[in-house]
C-alpha cells in the first residue's frame, strides 16, 4: 500500500497494533528510496539526444526526495538508536553466525540513478551506512550518448550510474547489488481493453491473444537470468536480491527467482517488519513527505487495520453489453456511481448466472472449463482499482458453477438425487469437482488483477448431506477447501499472500440460531477467525422466505446485531450486507427502510456495511440519498 493512502486509514479509521516480540529471530525494517536532488546544485541541461531537453542533475522522478531530507532521515536513524545493517547482516543472522544490532534496519534505493553515486554513496560513506542499489541492466546497458525508455519518457544514458561506478561501489564492501530485472521495469497490455499492467505480471496480450502460464513463465525466467548475468558480468559478483519493479510480484514470479539464484526478493506493500529467516522482504516506500511519524510506527512494528469498510456488489451481468460503445458507457457510469456513493470495497462478480437460477454457466474471464461471456471482469476491476483506488474483491462460487461434469451435482444422502431445497451444487467431495474449481480461481488470477475474495455463500453442506461428519467438521472441511482456492489464485495473485484479502459470506440465520449454524455447517466465530471479514448476509426478505413487515424486518436485524455482540467477535472483521431488493418480490425495497437499518448498524457499533445489489443503471438507492448514511469520509 502506498503510504499516502496508509496514513489517510490511520488517521480517519484505523488502529495500530504492535507486533508481537520474537527474541530468537529479530524483526527489522526496510526502507526505500529512490533518487534523490541537491537543490542547491545548478540545473545541467542536456540537448544532444535524439531532441531531448532535460534536467539531468536536478531530475525529479516518482519519489524523489532532497539531499538535505536523506541527512535528516540518517541523523534522525542515528538519534533514536537504529543500526543500518548491510544484507551480509542479515543473510548471517539467518544463518545462525550472528546476531543482528538492536533496532536494525536495512536501506535500499532503487533504479540506479546518477545521484547513487554523487549524492548517495558519498553520505554512505560519511555515515558508515551500508545500503543495497537496485539497477534495471538494460537501463544500465544503454550505449553513451543515447537513451532509454523510462515509462512513456525518453532519458539520457547519464541519468543512470555507470556500471565502473557500480562495481566501485560493491568492492567498497558498504553496497550490494541487487537486480531489478533486466526489461521488467515497464508495463504491458494486460488484456484485450488495453489495460497496462506491470511487466512482472502475466496475461501479456498482444497481437490478439494472452500469453500463456508456460510463456509467461519462460519470459520471467529468461529476463530474471539475464539481469543476473549481466550484473556478475559487469561487477564480478551475482545478485543475491530481486527487487521486484513498482513492488509488484506473485508466488511463481517468486519460485523462479529462486531457481534463478536470487535468493531473497523485496517488494513495496508489506507494511509489517521482517525477520532474518524470511526470504521475502517487505519495504516501506519512502518519499519527499514521509513523516517520521510513520516511520516510526513502521520500524516500532506496528500495523494498520482500518476499522471501516463500506461495500457494494456489482453485477457484471449489468455491465455487459453486446455493443462494446454500450459497455464503455456502463463502464463509465459505474465509475461515476462508486465515486459518488462513498463506496471503499466493490465485489464484482466474476461469473455470470444468465438464467438466474442461482448456478453460474458462463465467466467474464478466460478459463479453461466454463464458457467465456466476455473478458470483461480485468477491465472492470482495474478500473476501479487505479481509477478510484476501491478495494476489488472477486464474487466467486465454489459449489454453484456449472462444470462439465453435470453428473456430480450435490446429493442428498437419503434420495441420491440433487439436493431438492437449494439450487443445484456441484459435489464438494469429487477431486475432479474440486480441481476443475481450482483451475477456475487460477484462471481468474492469471488473467486478471484484483485484492481479495469474497466466497459466495452457496458454500455449505446441509444437514443430511456427509452424514458421518460432524457440523464442526464440516464447517472446518469447507475453510480448509477455500484455503485451496486461495491457494490457487496465488500462483498469479499480484502482491501475494499479504495483500490477497478473502471475505465470506454467511447465513444470518447461523448466527441468530444454533440450529442452523449446526444444519449449514457455518459459524461466525469460525469465520471470523480465518478469513480477513465475514459478509454477513443481513436479509430478512429473502426469497424461499415468507414476506415480513418492515417492522418485523428492523426487529429481526435488532436481534441479529445483539447475537454478533454477544458473539464477542471483533466487529471490524463482519461486514454487514443489507438488502436493497426484496428477494420475494424482486422490487427495490424503500430506500428509507435500508438508510434506517445502516443509522441503527452505526448506533450499535456496526461501521462496517454494505448492500446488493446496486442499481447503478437507474441511480437505485438514489446515490446523493445514500452518501451521508453510507460514505465513511475517507475521500
Known amino acids: 500500500m502506498n503510504y499516502k493512502h496508509l496514513l489517510s486509514a490511520l488517521v480517519l479509521s484505523g488502529v495500530m497494533l504492535p507486533a508481537a516480540a520474537n527474541t530468537t529471530d ?43 531530507r536523506l541527512v535528516d532521515h540518517f541523523n534522525w536513524l542515528k538519534s533514536n538508536g537504529y543500526t543500518p545493517v548491510s544484507w551480509q547482516q542479515i543473510l548471517d543472522a539467518r544463518a545462525g553466525k550472528t546476531a543482528l544490532p538492536e533496532k536494525p534496519v536495512l536501506l535500499t534505493f532503487d533504479d540506479g540513478y546518477t545521484s547513487f553515486y554523487t549524492q548517495i554513496y558519498p553520505l554512505l560513506k560519511a555515515y558508515k ?57 515497464r508495463s504491458l497490455p494486460g488484456n484485450s481493453f488495453g489495460s497496462q499492467f506491470a511487466a512482472m505480471l502475466p496475461g501479456n496480450y498482444q497481437n490478439g491473444r494472452y500469453e500463456t502460464p508456460q510463456e509467461y513463465r519462460n519470459r520471467i ?39 534463478a539464484g536470487l535468493e531473497s526478493d523485496m517488494t513495496l506493500y508489506d507494511n509489517e517488519l521482517n525477520r532474518s529467516s524470511t526470504q521475502h522482504i517487505g519495504r516501506l516506500l519512502i518519499d519527499q513527505e514521509t513523516g517520521y511519524g510513520a516511520m516510526k510506527s513502521y520500524l516500532e512494528g506496528k500495523t494498520f487495520e482500518p476499522d471501516i469498510k463500506r461495500s457494494v456488489q456489482i453485477d457484471l451481468d449489468d455491465v455487459y453489453d453486446p455493443n462494446p460503445t454500450q459497455v464503455n458507457r ?29 448456478v453460474a454457466e458462463a465467466t467474464y474471464f478466460p478459463n479453461r472449463h466454463l464458457p467465456m461471456k466476455s473478458d470483461l471482469f480485468s477491465r472492470v476491476a482495474w478500473q476501479l482499482m487505479t481509477r478510484l483506488q476501491v478495494q476489488v474483491y472477486a464474487k466467486m462460487p465454489m459449489m454453484a458453477q456449472k462444470l462439465p461434469l453435470n453428473s456430480e451435482l450435490g446429493q442428498s444422502s437419503q434420495s441420491g438425487a440433487p439436493t431438492p431445497q437449494h439450487y ?20 481468474l488470477a492469471f488473467y486478471s488483477r484484483f485484492n481479495g475474495i469474497l466466497f459466495h455463500d452457496n458454500r455449505f453442506l446441509a444437514g443430511n448431506e456427509s452424514p458421518t461428519l460432524t457440523a464442526g467438521e464440516k464447517a472446518d472441511d469447507l475453510i480448509s477447501y477455500t484455503d ?81 455482540k454477544d458473539s464477542k467477535v471483533k466487529p471490524n472483521r463482519v461486514i454487514f450486507e443489507l438488502q436493497a431488493y426484496n428477494g420475494r418480490t424482486e422490487q427495490a425495497l424503500p430506500e428509507q427502510d435500508l438508510f434506517r437499518s445502516m443509522k441503527a448498524l452505526k448506533q450499535n457499533g456496526m461501521l462496517s456495511y454494505g448492500y446488493t445489489p446496486d442499481d447503478f443503471q437507474n441511480n437505485r438507492p438514489n446515490a446523493s440519498a445514500l452518501k451521508p448514511v453510507f460514505s465513511n469520509l475517507r475521500r
Not at 38 to 60: F, K, V
Not at 139 to 151: I, L
Not at 246 to 259: K, L, M, P, S
Not at 430 to 436: A, D, E, G, L
Open 26 to 68: 529479530p524483526a527489522f525494517g526496510v526502507l526505500c528510496y529512490h533518487n534523490v536532488v541537491d537543490e542547491s546544485a545548478p540545473q545541467i541541461l542536456d540537448t544532444n539526444h535524439d531532441g531531448l531537453t532535460g534536467e539531468i542533475e536536478r531530475q525529479y522522478y516518482p519519489q524523489t526526495i532532497t539531499v538535505n
Open 129 to 185: 551506512y551500508p545500503a543495497v542499489f537496485a539497477l534495471v541492466t538494460s537501463w544500465m546497458d544503454t550505449p553513451a550518448n543515447s537513451t532509454f525508455m523510462y515509462g512513456n519518457k525518453k532519458m539520457p544514458r547519464n541519468a543512470l550510474i555507470t556500471w565502473e561506478q557500480a562495481k566501485e561501489m560493491k568492492d567498497s564492501g558498504l553496497v550490494e547489488i541487487a537486480s531489478h530485472s533486466h526489461d521488467l521495469h
Open 221 to 259: 525466467r529468461s529476463d530474471l537470468i539475464r539481469s543476473s548475468d549481466i550484473i556478475a558480468q559487469r561487477i564480478g559478483q551475482r545478485p543475491r536480491i530481486m527487487i521486484w519493479p513498482y513492488g509488484q510480484f506473485n508466488d511463481t514470479a517468486v519460485q523462479i527467482a529462486r531457481e
Open 330 to 358: 456502463n463502464l463509465d457510469k459505474l465509475i461515476d456511481r462508486v465515486k459518488a456513493i462513498g463506496a471503499d470495497t466493490v465485489y464484482l462478480h466474476a461469473l455470470s448466472d444468465v438464467n438466474n437460477d442461482g
Open 424 to 443: 443445484q451444487r456441484i459435489l464438494p467431495d469429487s477431486p475432479q469437482n474440486r480441481q476443475m474449481t481450482q483451475d477456475l480461481f487460477e484462471d
Open 484 to 564: 485451496q482456492l486461495k491457494a490457487a489464485s496465488l500462483k498469479y495473485s499480484f502482491n501475494g499472500q499479504n495483500m490477497l484479502k478473502t471475505s465470506r459470506n454467511l447465513y444470518a440465520g447461523t448466527v441468530v440460531d444454533d440450529k442452523a449454524q449446526k444444519w449449514l455447517a457455518q459459524s461466525l466465530p469460525k469465520f471470523s477467525a480465518h478469513y480477513d471479514y465475514t459478509v454477513l448476509m443481513a436479509m430478512p426478505y429473502q426469497k424461499n422466505q415468507p414476506n415480513i413487515s418492515a417492522r418485523k424486518a428492523n426487529q429481526w436485524l435488532d436481534r441479529l446485531i445483539d447475537s454478533v
